[in-house]
C-alpha cells in the first residue's frame, strides 16, 4: 500500500514519528512525500486533512476551509478532517465566536460537494499530536486489512419456550406479548393450529380479523414456485379473458 504525505506535512510535530513508524511496518507499505493538492495524506483510498484548532480558525476565517473540504468531498469517498487541539486553550478571534466554531464543524461532516463523490467528510477531533500519530497508525492498519464488515451473529441457544414463542410471533399481527398470551391458554402449537376464531377472540388483543388470519395461517397448503407461477398464469389469463369480453 503506498502513503502520499504533503511536503508541508514535514514541519508537523507528528511528521518524523509517523514516518518513523511507516518505517518499521511491513514491506507492503511505503510513503512518498509530495505535493498534495488535495489533502495533507492519501493512504490507500482515504484522504485526510490534518488542521490545528489554531489554523482550522484561520482557514475558516480566511476562506480556504470551504475550498479544501469541497475538493475532498468531490474527490474521495472516504476522507477524515482531524482537528487537533482544544479549543477552550484557544483565543478566538473575534470573528468568530465558539457557537460558530461549534457551528462550522457540524457544517464541515454534513454539508457535501455538488458533484464528484459527494462524499460526506468524518470529522475526528484529537487532543494532541500523539493522538494524530496513533491515528494514523490505525487507519493504515485498517485500510491495509480489507476485510468486510459483517454482522455480529447471535449464537445464543433459545430455550423450548422461546422457541414456541417465535413461532407463533412470526405471524404477521401477533407480537411476543399476543403470542405468550396464546401459549399459556394453549400451551402447544398442535392445540393453537386446531383453534377457532371464535376460540382465538377470547384472548385478550385478538379481534375478527386478526384471529381469521391466524387460522387461515395455520391452515395454509404450502405451493412450490413452479405451482406459484402456474396459479400466477392463469389468473393473468382470466384477466385477459374479462377484458377481452368487455373491450
Known amino acids: 500500500m503506498k502513503i502520499l504525505i504533503d511536503h508541508r506535512e514535514n514541519k508537523s510535530k507528528s511528521f518524523k514519528k509517523i514516518i518513523n513508524n511507516i518505517n518499521l511496518s511491513n514491506n507492503s507499505i511505503f510513503y512518498e512525500v509530495t505535493e498534495l493538492k488535495v489533502g495533507d495524506y492519501i493512504i490507500g483510498n482515504i484522504c485526510i486533512e490534518r488542521k490545528t484548532v489554531s489554523d482550522y480558525i484561520s482557514s475558516l476565517i480566511d476562506g480556504r476551509l470551504s ?15 482531524v482537528i487537533i487541539g482544544n479549543i477552550d486553550n484557544v483565543e478566538i478571534n473575534e470573528r468568530l465566536s465558539k457557537k460558530a466554531f461549534i457551528s462550522s464543524i457540524i457544517g464541515a461532516s454534513i454539508k457535501v460537494a455538488p458533484d464528484g463523490e459527494m462524499a460526506n467528510i468524518n470529522l475526528i477531533m484529537l487532543e494532541s499530536e500523539e493522538d494524530f500519530v496513533e491515528f494514523i497508525e490505525l487507519i493504515i492498519q485498517k485500510s491495509n486489512n480489507s476485510e468486510p464488515r459483517l454482522p455480529t451473529l447471535n449464537n445464543k441457544k433459545l430455550s423450548k419456550n422461546e422457541e414456541l414463542i417465535n413461532i407463533v410471533s412470526s405471524i404477521s399481527g401477533i407480537g411476543e406479548n399476543k403470542a405468550k398470551l396464546i401459549l399459556e391458554k394453549y400451551n402447544t402449537i398442535q392445540k393453537i393450529a386446531n383453534l377457532t376464531p371464535d376460540e382465538l377472540m377470547k384472548i385478550k388483543g385478538i379481534g375478527p380479523k386478526l384471529s381469521k388470519k391466524i387460522v387461515e395461517t395455520f391452515n395454509r397448503t404450502y405451493k412450490n414456485k413452479d405451482e406459484d407461477n402456474i396459479n400466477n398464469n392463469n389468473n393473468n389469463n382470466i384477466k385477459k379473458d374479462i377484458q377481452t369480453k368487455l373491450d
Open 67 to 81: 475550498t479544501q473540504l469541497y475538493n475532498i468531498s468531490r474527490n474521495y469517498k472516504i476522507s477524515y478532517l
